[in-house]
């Protein structure tokens, strides 16, 4: 290849990444290439959700994954790539609490029957994610599509970018500001932890051996520790058992995450972490002093945020007919 064929892809590479800052989504991208698309997204999920709420949880955790790393470009289906062979990020460390892959194969073997080859899996992951969450009751949000899918799913960029539930403050707003989040979508956005559930493995340093001595995390409310160490996570390395992260309201989107954050009982030290600081602190204590109504308004401008990181849109990437494979 003559090196002016590689000053235009060099020219048509940056005017990607200039594209990607101001994503070209639009509403109803699909209106006329798939006009029942949205519609069959929502019926499926409308008609499942109902029956097995967890997997709300589990759905809109799968979108925060999949934006996080290369952006929203359901790299996280894949199982195989030809550079990466199945270490794909879907086989990395922090996916193995990932679930609600085959709910998306689902619902994509539905819309490519009616329209084949047009919606990416990408939009799929965004859309589902909002529709289980306003079919359990909880809030929505404006969820442009015309996203494209990526052709690249590496396991090891995985570990940078998703945060772990040991982080501190400082870890988590830098992990959010590399993906044009502020503090703000931070301590909204883990307002989702107010449905589902963590694994003990996720926070049991905590209850047994925070520094290496045998000790608990002193910034975590002693009496919860004792019911959690009694009934729950009962030895220090029980990596089955689940926790409600949000105990007596686990499947409502409601505030009460924040009020166990203010009583310190925040599941992991990334909960915690929350109110560690002045700032964070005060945006907590004003969303616990805003109507749940207000918490929605907020939840939804974070989360239309989210749904717009690093998004491939126009030629780039493709449209995979498998979600779990790029396509031959
Ligand atoms: C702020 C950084 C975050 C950290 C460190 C974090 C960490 C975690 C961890 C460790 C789990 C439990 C995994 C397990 O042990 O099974 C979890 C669950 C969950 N996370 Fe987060 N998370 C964060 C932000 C978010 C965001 C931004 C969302 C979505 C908007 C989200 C939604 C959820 C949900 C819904 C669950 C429950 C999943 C289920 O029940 O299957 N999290 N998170
Ligand atoms: C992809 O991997 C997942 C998780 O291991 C597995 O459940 C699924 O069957 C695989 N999909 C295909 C099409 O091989
Ligand atoms: C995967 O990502 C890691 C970390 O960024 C990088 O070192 C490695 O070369 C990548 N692997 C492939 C096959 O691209
Ligand atoms: C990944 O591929 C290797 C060999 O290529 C195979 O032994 C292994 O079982 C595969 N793992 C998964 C999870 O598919
Ligand atoms: C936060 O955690 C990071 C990574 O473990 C560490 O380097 C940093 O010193 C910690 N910051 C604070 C303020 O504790
Ligand atoms: C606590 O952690 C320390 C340091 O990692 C380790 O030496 C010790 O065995 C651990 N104690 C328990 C009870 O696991
Ligand atoms: C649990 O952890 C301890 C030390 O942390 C280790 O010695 C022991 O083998 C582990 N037990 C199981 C069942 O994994
Ligand atoms: C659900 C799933 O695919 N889990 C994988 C996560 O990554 C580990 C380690 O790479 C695999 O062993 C799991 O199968």
């Given at each position: 290849?003559?090196?002016?064929?590689?000053?235009?892809?060099?020219?048509?590479?940056?005017?990607?990444?200039?594209?990607?800052?101001?994503?070209?989504?639009?509403?109803?991208?699909?209106?006329?290439?798939?006009?029942?698309?949205?519609?069959?997204?929502?019926?499926?999920?409308?008609?499942?959700?109902?029956?097995?709420?967890?997997?709300?949880?589990?759905?809109?955790?799968?979108?925060?994954?999949?934006?996080?790393?290369?952006?929203?470009?359901?790299?996280?289906?894949?199982?195989?790539?030809?550079?990466?062979?199945?270490?794909?990020?879907?086989?990395?460390?922090?996916?193995?609490?990932?679930?609600?892959?085959?709910?998306?194969?689902?619902?994509?073997?539905?819309?490519?029957?009616?329209?084949?080859?047009?919606?990416?899996?990408?939009?799929?992951?965004?859309?589902?994610?909002?529709?289980?969450?306003?079919?359990?009751?909880?809030?929505?949000?404006?969820?442009?599509?015309?996203?494209?899918?990526?052709?690249?799913?590496?396991?090891?960029?995985?570990?940078?970018?998703?945060?772990?539930?040991?982080?501190?403050l400082?870890?988590?707003?830098?992990?959010?500001?590399?993906?044009?989040?502020?503090?703000?979508?931070?301590?909204?956005?883990?307002?989702?932890?107010?449905?589902?559930?963590?694994?003990?493995?996720?926070?049991?340093?905590?209850?047994?051996?925070?520094?290496?001595?045998?000790?608990?995390?002193?910034?975590?409310?002693?009496?919860?520790?004792?019911?959690?160490?009694?009934?729950?996570?009962?030895?220090?390395?029980?990596?089955?058992?689940?926790?409600?992260?949000?105990?007596?309201?686990?499947?409502?989107?409601?505030?009460?995450?924040?009020?166990?954050?203010?009583?310190?009982?925040?599941?992991?030290?990334?909960?915690a972490a929350?109110t560690t600081s002045?700032?964070t602190?005060?945006?907590?204590?004003?969303?616990?002093?805003?109507?749940?109504?207000?918490?929605?308004?907020?939840?939804?401008?974070?989360?239309?945020?989210?749904?717009?990181?690093?998004?491939?849109?126009?030629?780039?990437?493709?449209?995979?007919?498998?979600?779990?494979?790029?396509?031959?």
């Amino acid at each position: 290849m003559s090196s002016f064929c590689y000053f235009l892809f060099a020219i048509a590479g940056l005017l990607g990444l200039a594209g990607s800052a101001n994503a070209d989504l639009q509403m109803g991208f699909y209106a006329k290439s798939c006009p029942k698309a949205e519609k069959i997204v929502q019926d499926y999920v409308y008609k499942h959700i109902p029956n097995t709420p967890s997997l709300a949880a589990a759905l809109i955790r799968l979108q925060f994954h999949d934006c996080f790393v290369r952006g929203c470009d359901a790299s996280i289906l894949l199982n195989f790539t030809s550079s990466t062979g199945n270490q794909t990020e879907k086989f990395a460390i922090p996916n193995l609490t990932i679930r609600g892959f085959g709910f998306i194969d689902g619902v994509k073997s539905l819309v490519e029957k009616e329209c084949p080859g047009i919606v990416s899996c990408a939009d799929i992951v965004t859309l589902v994610a909002r529709d289980s969450i306003v079919a359990t009751g909880g809030p929505s949000w404006k969820v442009p599509t015309g996203r494209r899918d990526g052709l690249i799913s590496n396991g090891s960029e995985t570990i940078g970018p998703i945060p772990a539930p040991f982080s501190n403050l400082s870890t988590l707003q830098t992990n959010f500001a590399n993906q044009g989040l502020d503090l703000k979508d931070l301590v909204v956005l883990s307002g989702a932890h107010t449905i589902g559930f963590g694994h003990c493995s996720s926070f049991s340093n905590r209850l047994y051996n925070f520094t290496g001595v045998g000790d608990q995390d002193p910034s975590f409310d002693s009496e919860y520790v004792t019911n959690l160490k009694v009934n729950k996570c009962k030895f220090i390395n029980d990596s089955t058992t689940r926790v409600e992260m949000d105990p007596g309201s686990v499947r409502t989107f409601d505030l009460s995450y924040y009020s166990l954050l203010l009583k310190r009982r925040g599941l992991f030290e990334s909960d915690a972490a929350l109110t560690t600081s002045l700032t964070t602190r005060a945006l907590v204590t004003q969303l616990l002093q805003g109507s749940l109504e207000n918490f929605y308004t907020e939840f939804a401008k974070s989360m239309e945020k989210m749904g717009q990181i690093g998004v491939l849109t126009g030629s780039s990437g493709e449209i995979r007919k498998n979600c779990a494979f790029v396509n031959k």
